[in-house]
């Protein structure tokens, strides 16, 4: 099957959101589904491709929803909130850390198992993913285990990162004491949430966007967001992510904003070029961190124009 029809070609029907959860490695996963119309209750059963959203670190899988409502008439899309984070922070049973770095359940490639166990239990045997920032980072890393998998890749604000023991030992620093220091008065603070979001923003984004986001953050689940921090900037990572982008076997998308202070464009164009056959690369002007928040209408183009030259699977399962 040809690219599918996408948000610019027809108007939007009214999206319809379901929600349900699962249980992964002791923590009840989150998701929710924005379909237009009515979606099969049986997993597996949806009758278009699956596009599944996947979020970056301190936030929740709730600021993808206004851009999954946009596709919801060509895909069913799924959004999850990433075990520790957004409504999936209240564990069973918290994982226990293991002496074995290899054994670290808040290793990026742990989060890659997670997004695995969920797509099977929901019966999901080909999607395309969406990602963003560390989300991205765990997309990369399910594809290099599970291509197969996968009609198409889209990562938003990805990059690779070179190794500087220094400024990573005072980023880990710098990042605990932000993790430590959440308060739940602070986000009843006026103007705090536009401050909290001032380094991740070029361009404004609604207040109520913003707020969100701030809320997402006091509310991560203390060992995860410390032990994500750990696992995303880290000698690991900087040795592993170039690999791995190096093996997508998928049509991939790497967007990077003009102005992203987290992940500067030049480590994105710097993993697009691992793999030049792969990945397209589109630098969004005027954004930071936050492009298909930031510039609606040209993120979209953009996912648009690519997606038409990706042959999908007629059916998620």
């Known amino acids: 099957m040809d690219g599918v029809s996408t948000p610019l070609d027809e108007p939007t029907i ?4 379901t929600e349900g959860s699962v249980e992964i490695r002791g923590f009840d996963h989150y998701y929710e589904w924005v379909t237009a119309g009515s979606r099969p209750d049986t997993p597996g059963e949806s009758q278009k491709p699956v596009m599944v959203f996947v979020h970056g670190w301190g936030g929740s899988g709730s600021y993808w929803r206004s851009t999954a409502k946009k596709w919801c008439n060509s895909y069913d899309c ?3 909130d990433l075990r520790g984070f957004g409504r999936s922070v209240s564990p069973s049973a ?6 074995n ?3 670290d359940p808040y290793l990026l490639e742990a989060f890659a ?4 166990q969920l797509l099977d239990h929901l019966k999901l045997q080909r999607v ?3 990602a963003h920032s560390m989300g991205a980072s765990i997309a990369v890393l399910f594809a290099q285990r599970w291509g197969e998998s996968l009609d198409a890749l889209i990562l938003t604000c990805s990059g690779i990162f070179e190794y500087n023991k220094l400024a990573f030992e005072t980023f880990y620093v710098f990042g605990r004491y932000v993790v430590l220091f959440r308060p739940s008065w602070l986000g009843k603070l006026p103007l705090v949430p536009q401050l909290f979001m001032s380094r991740f923003l070029h361009r404004s984004i609604p207040l109520a966007d913003q707020k969100l986001f701030l809320e997402d953050f006091l509310q991560a689940d203390f060992d995860a967001a410390l032990g994500t921090i750990f696992s995303a900037v880290s000698l690991q990572a900087v040795e592993t992510m170039p690999g791995a982008f190096e093996s997508l076997t998928m049509p991939t998308l790497l967007i990077s904003g003009e102005f992203d202070q987290i992940i500067p464009p030049k480590l994105g164009a710097m993993a697009a070029d691992l793999n030049t056959e792969k990945v397209r690369y589109q630098l969004i002007e005027k954004t930071g961190h936050f492009p298909m928040l930031e510039d609606e209408a040209t993120y979209d183009q953009c996912v648009t124009e ?5 042959p999908v699977s007629p059916l998620a399962a």
């Open 128 to 130: 395309t993913i969406n």
């Open 306 to 310: 690519f997606l038409k030259s990706v």
């Open 94 to 99: 918290t994982p226990a850390r293991s002496p």
């Open 101 to 103: 770095r290899d054994d």
């Open 78 to 80: 799924l959004i999850y």
């Open 113 to 116: 198992d997670d997004l695995h």
């Open 14 to 17: 009214a999206a319809k959101i």
